[in-house]
């Protein structure tokens, strides 16, 4: 059973940085793609960040600039670097990993951004 364990979530003041980690139980070359989700309170979930298992990344205009997401191949985990964070960047984020047509989901860690 493919598992995706999120961390690194929590409370941060405006202009701060966090970074999230997305661990698998599996070797992160076996998905085809790894990406970050985010949903805010009466909102939809909206893609943050996605890497391709070639390293190609590609991020959301709201974060472009401020967020990076890497990879640490030895430890089987996808990272999401966030500066300059915003009020509007409070949210769940999940990370999603696509592995033969199969979309696999962690269960979401809190990031709050406060004034």
């Known amino acids: 059973q493919v598992q995706l364990v999120e961390s690194g979530g929590g409370l941060v003041q405006a202009g701060g940085s966090l970074r999230l980690s997305c661990a698998a139980s599996?070797?992160?070359?076996?998905?085809?793609?790894i990406r970050w989700y985010r949903q805010a309170p009466g909102k939809e979930r909206e893609l943050v960040a996605g890497r391709i298992s070639s390293g190609n990344t590609n991020y959301a205009d709201s974060v472009k600039g401020r967020f990076t997401i890497s990879a640490d191949n030895a430890k089987n985990t996808v990272y999401l670097q966030m500066n300059s964070l915003k009020l509007e960047d409070t949210a769940v984020y999940y990370c999603?990993?696509?592995?033969?047509?199969?979309?696999?989901w962690g269960q979401g860690t809190q990031v709050t951004v406060s004034s």
């Open positions: 999603n990993g696509y592995q033969w047509g199969i979309d696999y």
């Open positions: 599996s070797s992160i070359f076996s998905f085809s793609v």
